[in-house]
C-alpha cells in the first residue's frame, strides 16, 4: 500500500511515493550482496575461473562482457578504465548503492520511497535500444575485451 501525504510526483511517468512497507526489499539485498561482490574484486583481485559467455571465444562480445572488469575498476575509483570494459558498470554500482541507501533509510524510518516506472511499449523500447547501444558498445571494443 502507498502511503502518500502529498501527491506522488511523477518524472518521466515514473511515478514516486511512499509506502509502509519495502516492496523491493529483494532488490535491497540484491544489491548489498552485489556490492560485497564487487567490494572483494577489489580487494582480492579478478577470479581465475573463466567467466565468458559461449560466443566470447569467437569474438562475439555481449552487453556484460567486461563487467566484472568494470565492477573491480569502479570500486578501486578507475572510473576511466571501468567504462572501457563497460559503460554500464559505473551505473550498476550507484544503482547499488542508491538501493542500498534506500532500504537503510526504510529500515530506520519505517518508510520506504517507492517508484513504478509506466509499462508503456516507450519504456520497453528505451530499453531495449539502451541494450542494443550496449551491445554494439562492446563489440566494437572486442579487442580489449578479448585482451
Not at 21 to 40: F, P, S
Not at 107 to 115: A, E, I, V, Y
Not at 118 to 129: D, E, K, V
Request: with cysteine; proline share 7%.
Amino acid at each position: 500500500m502507498v502511503i502518500a501525504k502529498q501527491p506522488c510526483p511523477s518524472l518521466a511517468g515514473i511515478r514516486v511515493g511512499w509506502s509502509d512497507r519495502d516492496e523491493w526489499r529483494h532488490l535491497t539485498g540484491l544489491a548489498l550482496v552485489g556490492l560485497v561482490l564487487a567490494g572483494g574484486l577489489a580487494v582480492l583481485g579478478l577470479p581465475s575461473i573463466d567467466l565468458h559467455g559461449p560466443l566470447h571465444r569467437f569474438g562475439i562480445m555481449d552487453p556484460l562482457c567486461g563487467m566484472t572488469r568494470g565492477l573491480r575498476d569502479v570500486m578501486l575509483g578507475q572510473l576511466g578504465r571501468a567504462v572501457d570494459y563497460n559503460p554500464a558498470s559505473p551505473v550498476l554500482v550507484m544503482g547499488a548503492i542508491g538501493a542500498v541507501v534506500r532500504g537503510m533509510i526504510g529500515r530506520l524510518s519505517g518508510r520506504w520511497l517507492t517508484f513504478r516506472p509506466p509499462p508503456t511499449r516507450s519504456t520497453l523500447l528505451a530499453l531495449t535500444g539502451a541494450l542494443a547501444a550496449l551491445w554494439v558498445n562492446q563489440q566494437l571494443h572486442a579487442a580489449l575485451l578479448m585482451g
